[in-house]
């Protein structure tokens, strides 16, 4: 990892922050379809700017609700790049400085995950985001893992997107090094952000990452739903399963609970 490299992209980084955060402030988007479409210029603009490499396979649902597993802050850059979309975040986001307000104003559907009926109260949100036609990405592992397998799927927020009789299409992603970063270097630790690590060091060292690809896979068809599911724990074993089959994490793992 290059410290000067890091430098430069951090500079780089927060000059996009001031140029889309400015035209959020001034353009204030009334429509969920305007600011869904603001983050995705956003994102695609650091994707590119950052010199992460971005290989898609599939197609991103143009309606409905899509689910994958979650290994990192990157991932709603990648998500929001390949496509304007909605997404469904844990609500201690909107009370950071600056990331909350341009997540809220970005659409943003906060749940406060352990707390009863937060998805219930989410599910007006994320209603209103498929009525206007925008696919709304969420992780049900609740949190972010090293990518070697993937954690139980809370069922809460797939209950009430099932409910609602919308689509839900499964996606994997992962990243990879396509370029020597030194020997310490792994993508499970210095990508992926998990467990107690801080969040800017962890920023920072990624921004000095030569070679960072993501990949982004999305299944062909929405996920088929057995006609015996009638809990929504067995949803949400099946909705994991869906996840598993894409590859990139451990197929052992996919019936567990």
Known sequence: M???RALSRSIQLVGYFVRYGTELLVTQPSTREARADWLHRFCAAALKGLQIELDVMGEFPKRGAVISNHL???DIVVFAAVHPCVFVSKAEIASVPVLG???TMSGT???ARG???????ARKGMQAALDAGLPVVFFPEGTTSNGSGLLKFHSGLLAQVMDSGAPITAARIQYSLTKENGPDVRVANDVCWWGDAKMLPHIFKLLGLRGLRAELRFAEQPIAFSESVTHRKHAAIEARAAVASL???LERDALTA
């Open 2 to 4: 290059s410290f000067f």
């Open 72 to 74: 990192s802050y990157v």
């Open 101 to 103: 307000w341009m997540t």
């Open 109 to 111: 559907v906060y749940v």
């Open 115 to 121: 707390h009863g009926g937060s998805a219930m109260r």
């Open 247 to 249: 590859g990139g994490v």
